[in-house]
């Protein structure tokens, strides 16, 4: 994982960087698709590896769950693919936890830092074919990423084309509605259109900046449901078995009382007050008066800093095996 002794991200890339960023409303950008408008800069690497230390606490120090052992223990080399790998910490966390695997990692930007043993690729995985052989990795990870993909059940299909038959896909996409909290991260709680209300009333300026970004996303084409739909869309498919949903709550910020939690709520705090800022490019160029727009992540900001009600995010997590025929 790159710590504050690793090369910096953007090893990849010379001083001219002009033909991998472009520069939108003060944020570096990505080139190769105009859907996904958050940054891919040095904060949005600093949030990734925050996401990436998060669910390592979620996922009780491991860096998956499943039968990921599993797939990847018998025969020949394995692979591993990395879907949006952003800053590359789960594909780097990998190659060091399964040394003699191959590991690549994919995104929109050469956003990663060199490590040996690791190969990254730049490429749209919102176009098709993604350019690898049918069947040729035994795992696939895709976290954090829906964001960018327009047509998610073709880049499923895709993933199914990618995987030898009896690989294991592993998807991990947080929601895009803050809901009320539970005691524990683990254990699913169903929120009612009630329970929005109540946060609504207590936190406009959070309700009002993921309806803004829900709103925007819509107009990139993007479904914004697919988070909450993970394993519909997988049997959708007719080419996954064996899917298993283990969605549970995040807290965000301070207020768990367990220690673990904690740490969780702490970091998936950290995560938003740089995801906040990172929303400028998409509000404005979705045409948000600048001054709106200031007024919607600065209303935010003040609920993440002042929070009238314990906050929570939920996370929908699933796996599934690639069908042997
Ligand atoms: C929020 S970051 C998550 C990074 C990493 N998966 C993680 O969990 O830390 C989303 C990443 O997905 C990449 N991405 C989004 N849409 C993509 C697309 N169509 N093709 C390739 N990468 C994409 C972005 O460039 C970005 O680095």
Redesign the pocket.
């Known amino acids: 994982m790159p710590s504050q002794n690793s090369p910096p991200a953007f090893a990849y890339v010379g001083e001219d960087d002009s033909a991998y960023f472009r520069v939108l409303h003060g944020r570096k950008l990505?080139v190769?698709?105009t859907?996904?408008l958050?940054p891919?800069d040095e904060d949005?690497v600093k949030?990734?590896?925050r996401?990436?230390r998060l669910l390592q606490f979620v996922f009780h120090g491991h860096n998956y769950i499943g039968p990921v052992k599993e797939v990847l223990q018998f025969g020949r080399q394995r692979r591993i693919l990395?879907?949006?790998?952003?800053?590359g910490?789960?594909a780097i966390a990998m190659a060091d936890e399964f040394p003699r695997a191959e590991v690549v990692g994919?995104?929109?930007?050469p956003?990663q830092p060199r490590y040996p043993s690791l190969v990254f690729e730049l490429?749209?995985?919102?176009q098709y074919p993604i350019p690898y052989p049918d069947g040729y990795f035994d795992l696939i990870h895709?976290?954090?990423?829906h964001?960018?993909?327009r047509d998610y059940p073709s880049f499923l299909r895709e993933i199914a084309r990618l995987l030898r038959p009896g690989g294991l896909v592993h998807l991990?996409e947080p929601d895009l509605y803050p809901v009320p909290p539970i005691s524990n991260v683990s254990s699913p709680v169903v929120t009612s259109s009630a329970d929005r209300g109540s946060i609504a009333r207590e936190q406009r300026g959070w309700i009002e900046l993921w309806e803004t970004y829900r709103s925007c996303l819509r107009l990139q084409g993007i479904d914004v449901s697919v988070p909450e739909h993970l394993s519909d869309l997988l049997s959708d498919t007719g080419q996954f078995e064996k899917i298993v949903v283990q969605d549970g709550n995040i807290p965000v910020g301070f207020w768990p009382k367990d220690e673990n939690l904690l740490t969780v709520g702490q970091l998936q705090w950290m995560d938003y007050e740089l995801f906040l800022p990172a929303l400028k490019p998409l509000f404005l160029s979705r045409g948000i008066p600048p001054s709106q727009v200031d007024r919607i992540i600065n209303l935010a900001q003040h609920d993440l800093y002042y929070p009238t009600t314990c906050q929570s995010t939920r996370l929908h997590i699933v796996h599934a095996f690639k069908r042997w025929c």
Do not use: F, K, Q
């Not at 994919?106 to 930007?109: G, N, Q, S």
């Not at 895709?142 to 990423?145: F, K, L, N, V, Y």
């Open positions: 990505n190769l698709n859907v996904y958050l891919v949005e949030r990734s590896d996401y990436h990395d879907l949006g790998t952003g800053g910490s789960w994919v995104d929109l930007a956003i490429c749209d995985l919102d895709a976290r954090s990423m964001t960018g993909i991990i």
